[in-house]
């Protein structure tokens, strides 16, 4: 019990992440809303968006803009750049794309149980299915 | 110019759905032809890329300049110059086959339906053209999005279907994008060249074993293997005739490249044959694959369902192929994706015919039809018969090397499946035959009608049709040597 605190403690965005997609996941297989599904899926799409940003950070690190590097030559040599003091921007810009796919896709998929709305009067997956076997 | 074509490739497709959307606001008549240039363009840069890789093996393009491991690169090798000029092809001759079915079945949406549709190739190619890892991943969600939105547009059930698919093609890419997590957290690098020179320190990482998995199984849920096909059959079969035509083709065939590219450039076949032992597994899931999907197929009264699992099953064998681990196994299965492109579309192009003459595409829609539309059903006999695998088609000999690589890897189960799969398409397809054949023709007050009317699909429709079925004995015969001057080099040295 004593080593599990620490195991869980010292990776928190690892287990944050896992339960938020968990969730996520939850929510798609066991609801039967179709809209409630829709945000159970943006849930699971954002726990990967915060999966990409935790590993981009960094404690007591700045964003990677060298101060004086231009036109001042002595600044330049005086500084010795630590790769701690800095963090690695590329997840954060990459999650930037990965939120526009996620908005994308609630759109689209929004858009669509309007449509599954306007054909079978309920977004409830049950009824929609007993309706098509009905017909 | 000839440098710029891997940008070529993409650039004109994705301006031109732009270029189309605007036109539809102006006059419909525009966006047609817009479409038919836009894709005219990368199929003529595809074909001569090809031919460049021919002389130079990889084709390098840096945009904007950067080089490979900070900028994204475009790489074209042999692998994936055949895969283009398949998709491009396949793209621009359904544009054209089902011109009418677009203005019969939704005439007033022609401007949006234009613009997805480019802009749904522009996504495939660009999956296929890049050599990035989350590039990939973005270009893989253009794709699906206006897939769904093309599949959205069909019949009554055809919402409900999208939206299971878009449920399960959302996870299958989050996946894909949580494996690229994990392996830029020990690589550090998102290029896919890169990727595998770094990898091999790192073979028994289990950081490395996580990626790997995540990435399947995410491609997998993409591709709808097996356990995970569910999305598939109603997303097809309720889909608009002109989109299943197009996206039964390429979508799952892209996808499987997508798999085969992970396997040979990204994890490298040392990881995936030696350092894991799964392949084995790998490919009883994919036994497992080709009997349901042919079982399934046999339960279905409606024609574009039946072929929806004959899908299902055929991507079994190309995952199966690529797994056996050996030279004839993986020659199979990429032969299969061009094979497997063009006879689907094939069939899903006489699917189309029928129903822009019958509107129906149930079983007892079909009776009488060789009377009526003679040349259809012959291209439609010539695509069964490659789908069994009968001597001069495509599918015998990708089914041949299958096989063979089945006996060579010693896995007969394998080599089971795939004669009992092509038994049970000599019975779905003589079954199809048999009722278009000897049944009479009846329409809907049911008396019998004229026999010996022939009422053929316009030559719009008919004319790529038949390009399409004399294509599919065409690629058969020289099969020698597209496996000799192209599949040869897209393996590489150490899968014997």
Redesign the interface.
Known sequence: MSDLIPFIVAKYNYWIYITLMMIGLYAMIAKNNLVKKIVGMNIFQTAIILFYVSIGAKKGATIPIIEHAHGDAHGAVSHTIEIAHYINPLPHVLMLTAIVVSVATLGVALALAIKVYNRHKTLEEDEIIDQIKGI | MSQHYPALLVIVPLLSAFLISAAGWLNKRLCFPIAVAALSVACFSSVLLLFQVLDEKVVLYKLGGWSPPWGIAYSVDYLNGLVLVVVSVVALLNLIATQRNVEQEFSEKIGAFYTLYILFVTGLLGIVVTGDA?NL??LL?IAS?TG??LI?MGE??A??A??NY??MG??GA?FY??GI?YL??VTGSLNMADISAILPSLYHSKTVLAAFVICIVGVWLKMAFFPLHAWLPNAYTYAPSAVSSLIAPLMTKVIIYVMIRLMLTVFTPKYIFSTLNVSDSIVWIAVIAIVMGAILALGQRNLKKMLAYIIVAEVGYMVGGAWLGNRAGMTGAILHIANDALMTLCVFLVVGNIVYKVKGYAFEDLKGLFRKMPFTMGAFVVGAMSIIGVPPTCGFFSKWYLISGAIQAGHYGFMVALLFSSLVNVILFFRVIEISYYEPFENHHGQESHPGKIAEAPLTMLVPLLIVAAGLVVVGVYTGDIVNHIIEFAIPKGIV
Do not use: D, K
């Open positions: 989350f991943y973005v969600e999005l769904y939105g959205a009554n059930r919402p409900l999208t939206l878009l449920y959302t996870i989050s994008l949580l997590g830029y957290i």
